[in-house]
């Protein structure tokens, strides 16, 4: 099976532009997580997407969005970008019991300019 | 709010030595799950090893152990005969089996080095 797949790997976006970062998650999985990975503020959780549905966010702003698609691949877009949203963002997928293991990718590399 | 403490930020082991990364947890909860992950260089997270909070049998996979200790809130990972390819960021994670959502709490990671 091929594992959990992000797109691009590395970004580049100065300032007040907007991004969007893609994740396919592992076949048959239905669950996709994002996590935002900084060196002061270490992993945090951003959002988790099941079946095209929000069912969690973490503490961040509403310029941090998310979608799922039908097909489980999921988008996380974040507007008006400020230097502090440099970082390396992970998307990790699972199946859908609750004891499943979440699965990472490679993650995407945002350096904000 | 749930945290997970890992007070060494980095740790080295020789070769074939043993070593043990620490993690403490905070929670009010009586069910949960604790992780520890694995991060090369290469950036790809792995798990290295999951507990599940109402087992008291300690988890094992090959060369890596838990040391999981609930009254004292302790999750610590024993890596045995360590390897090179054991180089790596280790986090600890906890995840809430209250939660719906599949929501891990990250320790700020123990960078791991091995001496040839």
């Known amino acids: 099976k091929a594992g959990v797949t992000q797109t691009p790997r590395y970004l580049i976006k100065t300032r007040g532009q907007q991004v969007t970062l893609s994740c396919s998650p592992i076949s048959g999985h239905r669950s996709v997580s994002w996590y935002q990975q900084t060196p002061g503020q270490g992993l945090q959780f951003l959002f988790e997407?099941?079946?095209?549905?929000?069912?969690n966010k973490g503490n961040f702003p509403g310029r941090f969005s998310g979608r799922q698609f039908s097909n489980s691949r999921s988008e996380m877009n974040v507007s008006t970008l400020e230097l502090g949203d440099s970082a390396l963002y992970l998307c990790?997928?699972?199946?859908?019991?609750?004891?499943?293991?979440?699965?990472f990718g490679p993650g995407t590399r945002l350096t904000v300019l | 709010a749930q945290t997970v403490t890992q007070s060494q930020p980095e740790m080295s082991v020789q070769e074939a030595e043993t070593v043990t990364l620490s993690c403490t947890y905070d929670t009010s909860e009586s069910d949960y799950y604790l992780f520890w992950y694995k991060q090369p260089p290469s950036r790809q997270m792995i798990l290295v090893i999951r507990?599940?909070?109402?087992?008291?049998q300690n988890a094992t996979e090959n060369r890596f152990s838990v040391n999981f200790q609930k009254a004292a809130k302790s999750f610590s990972l024993k890596i045995s005969d360590s390897q090179l390819g054991d180089a790596a960021m280790y986090f600890c994670?906890?995840?809430?089996?209250?939660?719906?959502?599949?929501?891990?709490?990250f320790g700020s990671g123990t960078r791991l080095l091995v001496r040839p």
């Open positions: 997407y099941f079946s095209e549905t929000q069912r």
């Open positions: 994670a906890y995840r809430s089996a209250m939660d719906s959502s599949y929501k891990l709490i």
């Open positions: 990790a997928s699972r199946g859908a019991g609750g004891r499943d293991t979440q699965y």
């Open positions: 507990q599940e909070a109402y087992k008291q």
